[in-house]
């Protein structure tokens, strides 16, 4: 919170290089000789999740202390959900999840010898000191909490880019999708600095942007979804991309392959204005007749083929957020059960959902008519609440916080000929 007004351009934070926990930080310390000689080098990411869980070893004796008891205990990204959890986000959600975990068991897995060699440094075995869930934590604190800052490559560490930097104080800012601010280190004065690009009055939470990230990003990278996200969008994955194309179409496995090539089987979305234009691309070219498909040059650069190429185009985009809809209700039922017995249990519903539905005489996200004709309130809250206090947060959609569906499905909806919730 601002104790002043804030000026645009004026400084928020400037932290000095020597408060950084930078992987020179590490290289100072008496881990530096062990990473020193270590073959092959070691990540300058390991050398970070060494040093914390060295220092949080050390207990007291560390004079990273206070900042590590301000460190959260633990961390809602999918890596650290329960596979039950998991399996109750959307399909693409899923499967980087999914990759996280592989991706954090091979880093555990295959530094277990430089731990072995750190063996020297401890009384107790390096085995109970540098476990799974120490190694965890250390690797969700560096990944939800470090600031960018581009280093010089090293020798002693591998080719990885050496761009993650712990800041602490400066970490405890939040993220806003609509803050506007600049940050960066400045070789000048050699502190990281943080400046507002906007006025802020007083006694107001002071935020931060972390980037133009959608929820699947936010919730993958930082354990968290933003509310009325501008950013938010639904992913369509290849499997669901051809879900409803003919599959008499000889041609097909041709224009995937052409898609595949020219980096457009990735990133295809729903946004709050409907399916974005790599999608409808996508789809225009998966539409071509087999007479059309010599022009798949001119599809990918925005032109038009055929009226009756459009109109498929933006068929099949219908029939896939319709596949959307009914995939997230039927995740919505299979976690009712749960959610209503709580609410008859403990007469409440969480997130403050009661109170606004009593005083507007509306329920958040237009499911006012459920409501009233099922005797029941969309479930499947529970779960995502245990996973970020954010999806506790009162007021406004609260489509983000329902697994599989976004709040852009209104966007879709209306720009497809959907009416809104």
């Known amino acids: 919170m601002s104790k002043t007004s804030l000026r645009e351009g004026q400084m928020i934070i400037s932290l000095p290089e020597s408060c950084l926990l930078t992987t020179d930080t590490v290289l100072r310390s008496y881990l530096g000789a ?117 280093r010089a490559p090293r020798q002693c560490f591998s080719a990885e880019p050496d761009t993650c930097v712990l800041a602490p104080f400066l970490d405890l800012l939040n993220h806003s999708p609509d803050a506007q601010v600049k940050a960066a280190f400045n070789e000048e004065t050699r502190c990281y600095e943080i400046r507002t690009a906007v006025s802020c009055g007083k006694h107001q939470e002071v935020l931060i942007c972390y980037g133009p990230h959608d929820n699947h990003r936010l919730l993958l990278e930082y354990g968290f979804v933003s509310v009325r996200n501008p950013h938010a969008c639904v992913y369509v994955s290849k499997d669901i991309l051809v879900k409803y194309l003919p599959s008499t179409d000889k041609r097909m496995n041709q224009k995937i392959s052409i898609l595949e090539d020219h980096d457009f089987i990735e990133n295809l979305t729903f946004g709050w204005d409907g399916p974005s234009w790599r999608l409808l691309t996508a789809l225009k070219l998966l539409c071509l007749e087999a007479e059309e498909l010599t022009c798949w040059k001119k599809v990918l650069i925005g032109e038009i083929i055929s009226d009756t190429n459009e109109k ?75 996973v970020s206090a954010e999806l506790a947060s009162s007021g406004g959609s609260r489509a983000e916080s329902v697994p599989g569906l976004s709040p852009c499905f209104c966007g879709c909806w209306q720009s497809l000929g959907f009416p809104g919730l």
Not at 104 to 127: G, K, N, T, Y
Request: overall charge neutral; aromatic content about 10%; hydrophobic content about 35%.
């Open 34 to 150: 062990y990473i020193a000689k270590w073959q092959p080098p070691p990540s300058p990411v390991l050398a970070l999740c060494t040093f914390l869980v060295s220092e949080k070893h050390a207990g007291d004796r560390s004079p990273w202390k206070p900042y590590l008891e301000v460190l959260p205990k633990a961390y809602t990204c999918p890596v650290c959900l329960e596979p039950e959890v998991v399996n109750l986000l959307p399909r693409p959600l899923k499967a980087k999840a999914r990759e996280q975990r592989t991706h954090v068991q091979e880093f555990v897995s295959s530094s277990r010898d430089f731990f072995s060699s750190l063996q020297p440094l401890f009384s107790e075995a390096v085995e109970s000191i540098f476990s799974y869930s120490a190694l965890l934590w250390a690797w969700c604190t560096v990944n939800t909490r470090a600031v960018y800052m581009e």
């Open 312 to 386: 498929a185009s933006l068929d099949i985009a219908q029939k896939i957020c319709h596949y959307f809809i009914k995939e997230s209700k039927a995740v919505l039922q299979k976690n009712i059960g749960g959610w209503r017995s709580e609410v008859l249990e403990e007469g409440r519903s969480p997130g403050g959902w009661q109170s606004e539905v009593l005083e507007e005489g509306r329920s958040p996200g237009g499911w006012k008519s459920e409501v009233l004709e099922e005797g029941r309130s969309p479930g499947g809250w529970r779960s995502e609440i245990k």
